[in-house]
């Protein structure tokens, strides 16, 4: 079970980085949502050990770092027709 935390402590927060900057097409917008989001989670004690939560912290980074790698939160009138 404790596998199970550690594969989603690495794709989830990165995914829902990458999520959020589509949303609101802000990438700092999306990064401080993540951020409550999980500090919330954390603070409702959700988490079984503190390793999730440093696993979760880098992934944040790395979807931060995945936003600017493909430009996602830049938005043209163009790509959408």
Do not use: C, Q
């Not at 097409?25 to 993540?34: E, F, G, P």
């Amino acid at each position: 079970m404790d596998l199970y935390w550690y594969m989603m402590a690495m794709v989830v927060p990165a995914t829902t980085v990458v999520v959020f900057t589509r949303l609101t097409r802000n990438k700092y917008v999306a990064v401080m949502l993540t951020f409550i989001l999980f500090g919330a989670s954390i603070y409702r004690g959700f988490y079984p050990s503190e390793w999730v939560i440093y696993i979760d912290s880098a992934s944040i980074f790395a979807g931060y770092i995945i936003v600017e790698i493909f430009e996602l939160d830049n938005f043209n009138k163009e790509d959408e027709e």
